[in-house]
Structure formats: structure tokens, C-alpha cells
């Protein structure tokens, strides 16, 4: 057993529990070699990254804490298909690390570091074959809610503009050590062949969508004052008394348009 303690400035949430770690691997077992690259984001002391190798996986991982590294190292490095990087996934160039090839990426996500590094990652898009992350599940929430729901917001359609978002299962705090104060969701992000939104519209599209969710419980009228007259607004067919959150991707799309 190691004696490195789990630091909170990283995020450091270990998984224990063996069905969830291997219900996380076995998505990764009918992969063929040489075809991607797999990365996992944040291998800390490896506790999934050992169920990822198990079938000869090729994986190269991306771990921030120095102190981990030996632990890896000693763990893995027999590995001939294992590579291992110290430095921040935030700042990792994708582009080199996958090799030419196109990219999975998995990881249980230190949750402060989830939501920037799934941007990130969206830059890079049309290399991802698919991203499977551990999240908070407030996260997998609002990455999956649809027009009314609660958790629908700004995240839900930058996102699901790009990716096709799918909750697979919950995770509860007891799977992990230390425990996090919050329940965790495994999500599954595949990048849409074409974005639902024409790609010339998508400044516009990440703008009013931003501006609309300003202030949740105004109406788009308000929040798009000064930007989309009332008129224009109703012309596209949609209520300029509505709320953000009851608009749905194609009449944010129609709202871009008119500021193109
Ligand atoms: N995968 C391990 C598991 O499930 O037991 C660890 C998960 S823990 C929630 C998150 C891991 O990400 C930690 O090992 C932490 O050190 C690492 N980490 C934190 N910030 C990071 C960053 N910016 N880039 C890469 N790794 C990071």
C-alpha cells in the first residue's frame, strides 16, 4: 500500500469499488489496437488503469501529481503498451499525444478540472471518437438535461451541439476513498458527425445562448435587450415572454442567424 495521501487541491477521489471500476473498463475490451489512442485523464494511484490494461490495452495517461508518478511507474511500466505523462490535461497538447490517431479519452475527472477540460477537448473534436467520464452528477446532469428540464442551461448546448450526451449510471460517494460530498455520474460523450448547428453561426450561437441564460429568471426579452429587439424575437416564431430554458437548440439557432 502506498503511503501517498489524497490531496483535495487535486481532486483526489479514489475509486474502490471493484464493479464500478471494472463496469468502467469493460467499455474499453472489444478495442482494437492501433485504430485510437487511449488516454485516461488523472490515473492517480492507477486503480482503473490497471483494469484498463487487462486486455493489452494500449493507454497513455496524464496524471498532474508528481508524487504519483513513481507509484505508476512501478505499477505499469511493464507494461510495453503503457506511457505515462506528469503535467496538467489542461494544458496537454492532444494533438502529440495522440499519435495520428484518433482519441478515446476516460477518466474519473477531478471535478474542478471536469467542465474546462471537456472544452478543451471540444477544440479538438474531430479527432475524438469518444470521451468517457467521471463526473459530479450535477454535471452529467446538466450535460444531458433537454428543453425544461432543471439542469438545462448554457453547458447543455454548447455540448450537445457537438456531442450526443448519454447518463450511464450513478455512482454514490461510498465508491470512492475519501468519499466526495457529492453523488458522481458516469457520462458518455460522442462527437456528432456534423454539429447540429451550422459551424459559420457558432460564435453567434455560444453568444446568445450565454447572454439568454444571464439571468435565469428573466425572459429573453430581457436578457437579449440591447441585442434582439422583441419583434425579431417573435418574427423566428419564438415567445419573447419565455424563458431561457424552454427554448430548444434549433431556436437557438434561429436567434444566431438573426445576429449574423
Ligand atoms: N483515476 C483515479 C481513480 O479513479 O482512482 C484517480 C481519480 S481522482 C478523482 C483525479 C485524478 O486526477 C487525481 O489523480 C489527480 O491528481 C489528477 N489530476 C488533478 N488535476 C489534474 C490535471 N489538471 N491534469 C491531470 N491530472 C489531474
Known sequence: MSRHQAR???????LVDAQVINQIASLFDNTVLDEHTLIEIGPGRGALTEALLRNNQALTAVELDKDLIPILQTKFSHHRQFELYQGDALRADFSELSKGLPLRLVGNLPYNVATPLIFILLENIENIIDMHFMLQWEVVARLCAKPGDAHFGQLSLVVQNLCETRAMFNVPPSAFSPAPKVESGFIALTPRAEPLVKKEL???FNKIVKISFMHRRKTLRNNLKGILTEQQIADVGIDPGARAETLN????????????
Open 202 to 204: 457558432h460564435g453567434g
Open 8 to 14: 483535495k487541491r487535486f481532486g483526489q477521489n479514489f
Open 249 to 260: 437548440i434549433e431556436n437557438y439557432a434561429a436567434l444566431a442567424e438573426l445576429t449574423a
